[in-house]
């Protein structure tokens, strides 16, 4: 695999809400594995489909070893589909996820996404988005068709178009990753991104804390700015040289 200096931490918070963690945390590192899920709403649907797709994702990375790709990846997430959509139809109720992973193999690194979650790179002092959020609410603000803070987008926000255990088992979105040394990144759900705006969020990577204060500030930022949904982030720092 590709050697690199890396420090890591996770971490979730239920907010203030009341209303229990549906978000899953997963990270290991060498090799390094990252990911996060967002369960939709607050039901059984809502905690299976977030435990699922993690578990499932995990089963195939760890299956693979050193050779997954893209390949392997979209598999995993065809099964989770498989194993989420089954399990909405029995209860009749809702069962889905996003998900937002970095997986480490001997080719590289792997970002994949499904859903709103998202991934960040902090880079020579710019805050970068990584990935796109698979909603209304993204189309509506790449074509303009409402204002960004209007109504109309706070509502396209929660009309998700991919997501884990949708009905048409959409493919994630798999891309390369190339780390640089000084890189900084963050995974994380959107009751970080929706609530800790851009320059805070840069303020936070670019104070180069370790990766658990980083993520306790991001949490804490949070909740200060109301805490009206579950809160979860993954830090990773790139630091020294990187060698192949």
């Not at 931490?9 to 594995?33: E, M, R």
């Not at 607050?42 to 499932?56: F, Y």
């Not at 069962?95 to 979650?117: M, N, Y």
Request: net charge negative; charged share 20%.
């Amino acid at each position: 695999m590709t050697d690199l200096d890396l420090a890591a931490a996770g971490g979730t918070d239920a907010g203030l809400t009341g209303k229990g963690n549906y978000d899953v945390v997963h990270l290991s590192v060498d090799p390094l594995l990252a990911i996060v899920a967002d369960g939709m709403g607050t039901g059984d649907g809502s905690a299976m489909a977030g435990k699922t797709a993690v578990e499932t994702l995990l089963q195939h990375v760890r299956a693979a070893g050193d050779q997954v790709g893209p390949a392997e990846i979209r598999r995993a997430l065809a099964a989770a589909h498989q194993e989420i959509g089954a399990f909405g139809q029995r209860i009749g109720a809702l069962a889905g996820c996003t998900l937002t992973a970095i997986i480490e193999s001997a080719h590289g690194f792997w970002i994949v996404q499904l859903g709103d979650s998202r991934i960040y790179r902090l880079r020579a002092g710019t805050l970068e988005l990584l990935t796109v959020d698979h909603t209304m609410a993204w189309l509506g603000a790449v074509h303009g068709w409402y204002p960004f803070d209007s109504p109309q987008a706070a509502a396209a926000r929660y009309h998700l178009l991919r997501y884990v255990g949708h009905p048409g088992a959409p493919d994630p979105d798999v891309m390369a990753l190339h780390p640089r040394p000084g890189d900084v990144y963050l995974l994380c759900t959107d009751g970080i991104s929706d609530q800790v705006d851009y320059h805070r969020i840069a303020g936070l990577l670019g104070a180069r804390e370790e990766p658990a204060t980083t993520v306790d500030g991001l949490i804490a930022a949070a909740n200060a700015a109301g805490g009206i949904d579950n809160e979860t982030a993954i830090v990773i720092t790139v630091a020294g040289r990187v060698r192949r």
